[in-house]
């Protein structure tokens, strides 16, 4: 009985074990895109959209201008937008656990129609 038992929690703790390691992996696998949003005279755009085109994934500028999005490592499209400037895009590689630094400059579209 009593080895049937030491066996049984043996196996517990064995999984428990995998467990946590298969969790501390899971964050080494992201990695990061930032950057910042600035208009035509390099002032802070809060509230630009910053999308990952093919993707429901995106978030918006804070109040200085700045973004960031975790994401797997890969090739994307950012798509920076905001009512009255010119959409950007810029395709960009994300290697794994890196941060690519990604900083816009828009440009005002100047059509008021």
Same mark, same amino acid.
């Given at each position: 009985?009593?080895?049937? !038992?030491?066996?049984?929690?043996? /196996? $517990?703790?064995?999984?428990? =074990?995998?467990?946590? =390691?298969?969790?501390?992996?899971?964050?080494?696998?992201? $990695?990061?895109? /930032?950057? $910042?949003?600035? &208009?035509? !005279?390099?002032?802070? #755009?809060?509230?630009?959209?910053?999308?990952? &085109?093919?993707?429901?994934?995106?978030?918006?500028? &804070?109040?200085?201008?700045?973004?960031?999005?975790?994401?797997?490592?890969?090739?994307?499209?950012?798509?920076?937008?905001?009512?009255?400037?010119?959409?950007? /895009?810029?395709?960009?590689?994300?290697?794994?656990?890196?941060?690519?630094?990604?900083?816009?400059? #828009?440009?005002?579209?100047? &059509?008021? !129609?």
């Amino acid at each position: 009985m009593i080895k049937k !038992n030491l066996s049984l929690q043996l /196996r $517990s703790l064995g999984f428990l =074990f995998i467990c946590f =390691f298969l969790t501390i992996q899971v964050p080494a696998q992201t $990695s990061t895109i /930032r950057g $910042s949003v600035k &208009d035509a !005279n390099g002032l802070p #755009m809060a509230g630009a959209s910053v999308i990952l &085109d093919g993707t429901k994934r995106g978030t918006t500028s &804070d109040a200085s201008g700045n973004y960031e999005l975790k994401v797997a490592p890969g090739n994307y499209t950012l798509i920076i937008s905001y009512v009255g400037v010119i959409t950007q /895009r810029k395709q960009i590689t994300v290697a794994q656990g890196s941060v690519s630094e990604n900083n816009f400059e #828009m440009q005002n579209s100047g &059509d008021l !129609n």
